[in-house]
């Protein structure tokens, strides 16, 4: 079993940044990738930024790339996102999950997917809000 818990969120200017992390525990902490999620009010929960347990592969959506770093503390096993000129639209409720058994990618050989069936474990989420 494998428990992941996000930290790091919090009330920001448009503008600002924040870094939130994600604390993998538990009996196994055998993981192949993590991925973080974002789920605004009245819409559906999207990708945002994914990473291969190496470190290896990565990806962000559309939306966030060239704003958002992802990175990991193997040793913490810890899994950073580092959000930079943070938008009113990037408001919302951000999950990490983890992927297990596999590297789940976009196509063989690709980026890790966003695709959240990919995903087996979640955490509870940790709310982001950008003021205008």
């Known amino acids: 079993q494998l428990q992941l818990v996000e930290s790091g969120g919090g009330l920001v200017q448009a503008g600002g940044s924040l870094t939130l992390s994600c604390v993998a525990s538990?009996?196994?902490?055998?993981?192949?990738?993590i991925g973080w999620f974002r789920q605004a009010p009245g819409r559906e929960r999207e990708g945002v930024s994914s990473i291969s347990n190496s470190g290896a592969s990565i990806n962000y959506a559309d939306s966030v790339r060239g704003r958002f770093t992802v990175s990991r503390d193997s040793a913490k096993h810890t899994v950073y996102l580092r959000m930079d000129s943070l938008k009113p639209e990037d408001t919302g409720t951000y999950y990490c999950?983890?992927?297990?058994?596999?590297?789940?990618?976009?196509?063989?050989?690709?980026?890790?997917?966003?695709?959240?069936?990919?995903?087996?474990?979640w955490g509870q989420g940790t709310q982001v809000t950008v003021s205008a």
């Open positions: 538990g009996v196994t902490l055998d993981y192949d990738a």
């Open positions: 999950a983890a992927a297990q058994g596999f590297v789940p990618t976009v196509y063989p050989g690709g980026p890790v997917t966003l695709r959240e069936y990919e995903y087996y474990y």
